[in-house]
């Protein structure tokens, strides 16, 4: 079966790891570029490395994202010749957005050098593909204005109220041609248990991505990253709040139903299925919950077989 | 006194050390952007980096470059993504070429980045001066061609006999308005104990140096970094031998004598006063290998009084 995947952030690598563990080969990851940042000139692109280090089983098993093994010795000498500090990179991270960094300035696309950061890893080459190569920025209204992605996400520790999300860029920058034909090919697309508004919306808000929807023959199941009225991580339940969407996997379905044809929530959930249903979704039931590589290939299964 | 120092490298760095701690007032330092280079997309300044670490006492006291206490996972991490390796970056190293690389990539002049990494160094804002903001490439030529400095430096670890040296730009580069008020300020010019041919003649080939030089009213001092037939470091004794001249304090003699008024060499050269006096020059006899910051302190003080 051929599989595509809409993913970013720490849920959506964990399942991405599951997926691969299943079928390494035949699967496409698209991965959300809009909160890529520019840092004392370096190209960061955390959804990116979150899952490139995620299946290379590189990633630092506590935190989810960041290496193992990592050393913070450069940024702590970064702090003392007095450059920005609030965005931590540790020492062998750092590596990875040089090269990436070096290759980009050099003309290569985010997509060529992604390419050979997985085949250093031992990843395959056409596993790991970014949403576009163009710069899509994901920007935050909060009550003083609109902000950048990193400024809301990590400097402010996603503490503020979100008013309003857009995807600056997106209407005029197309998915690449390896997003296009992975979807266009896919028996099966997983919107993976990631923060809508931060990882699924800016892929699917891309230039002629919702033409594209509908010409696509692959069946396409969503995992919802909500566990009854909290999100795994990360500051969904207070988006999906401040937005005006109910704070649990009904919310998830109101805002992904367009796109979707399943919604996979976690198993307590089951009083929210008639619910989600009435949107004219599927619903599938399971603990969605990813502590460990079973669960995370369990919760892929479920996605291929629902 | 207003005092200037020429120099490059880790002798230098050590009489400027010892200058620095004789008297911080007063005293700037002119140095070799020769053998800058980029690598990664980082600007990296070798022989500023080594003044800077060495006057603000953070060098490695063993090799006498590079920062103390510094770990290597950065370089390990891009040795494994398939980066160059032939330059190994330290970790807290990486902090200053990132700070440099982006500030220079803003805009600002190297001079006015090193002045900030001064600040940030405890050290004085008006002590560091880069020869010069464009761009001299030292270039060597060796049996097969042309390279780089770092190319036959570090790649090639200086084993390749050296026929030509030149420096790429310098007739069309002229040194800072800084160098050029500091050295015009001077009552003694001191030319540091570095390689001639790699650190000092490129300051010296700038274009403009050899007009303003006889107009400097400054004494002018050269240690050399010579101590019989042996350099304290580096290439210098196959560079003399290649490129003709004695491998001696005479050899640093014939390559600076248009340049000075004294050369001081190290007290078991002294039957080499005469040939050197017979070149014009006037000569100083003193221990001139700096061990510790007593040795420093005690050539920087001949290098004021002779």
Chains 1, 2 share one sequence.
Not at 36 to 64: C, K, M
Not at 282 to 297: A, I, N, S
């Amino acid at each position: 079966m051929q599989v595509a995947v809409l993913a970013g952030g720490v849920g959506g690598a964990r399942l991405c790891h599951g997926l691969y563990r299943l079928q390494p080969e035949g699967l496409s990851l698209v991965v959300n570029t809009g909160d890529d940042f520019r840092l004392h000139g370096l190209a960061i692109s955390p959804d990116l490395d979150t899952v490139l280090y995620t299946l290379a089983e590189w990633a630092n098993p506590v935190q989810g994202w960041g290496l193992r093994d990592e050393t913070w010795n450069c940024a702590q000498q970064l702090t003392q010749l007095g450059g920005e500090s609030w965005f931590r990179l540790g020492d062998r991270d750092l590596a990875t957005h040089l090269f990436r960094t070096h290759q980009l300035d050099q003309g290569l696309s985010l997509t060529r050098v992604m390419q050979q950061l997985a085949a250093r890893a031992g990843l395959p080459t056409d596993l790991l593909w970014p949403m576009c190569d163009g710069q899509v920025r994901t920007k935050l209204r909060l009550s003083e204005g609109w902000v950048d992605f990193q400024d809301y996400f990590v400097k402010r520790q996603h503490t503020d109220r979100v008013l309003q999300c857009r995807y600056e860029g997106a209407d005029q920058i197309p998915p690449t041609e390896g997003v296009v034909t992975a979807l266009l090919a896919a028996d099966r697309i997983v919107l993976a248990p990631s923060n809508p508004y931060l990882s699924l919306l800016p892929i699917l808000s891309l230039q002629g991505m919702a033409a594209l929807w509908p010409q696509l023959r692959a069946r396409k199941v969503a995992v919802s990253p909500m566990i009854g009225t909290r999100a795994v991580k990360g500051p969904l339940a207070s988006l999906l709040d401040s937005l005006g969407h109910p704070v649990s996997s009904l919310g998830i379905a109101q805002l992904l139903r367009d796109w979707i044809d399943v919604l996979i929530i976690d198993s307590g959930d089951t009083h929210l299925q008639p619910q989600i249903e009435a949107l004219g979704l599927q619903v599938g039931l399971t603990p969605t919950l990813m502590k460990d590589t079973e669960d995370r290939e369990r919760l892929a299964r479920v996605t291929l077989d629902v």
